[in-house]
């Protein structure tokens, strides 16, 4: 899917957020990144395969 070089990390690794932006609404507040991951203002996420991930902001953004 991905055709930049070097290749963005899928939607299963670890470090998926570092893929390129394709697509960005920051007045909705998402971004689709090159790997198929939807990615949120507040760090969530929506995986390809329709799993979703949990807002995982840290405990100094909170503060």
């Known amino acids: 899917m991905c055709q930049h070089r070097p290749e963005c990390p899928s939607a299963d690794s670890t470090d998926r957020e570092a893929a390129v932006v394709v697509a960005s609404y920051p007045e909705q507040g998402w971004s689709l990144l090159c ?26 953004a909170a503060a």
Do not use: K, Q, W, Y
């Open 35 to 60: 790997n198929g991951v939807l990615l949120f203002e507040d760090t969530g996420e929506i995986l390809p395969d329709g799993r979703v991930i949990a807002p995982h902001r840290s405990l100094a």
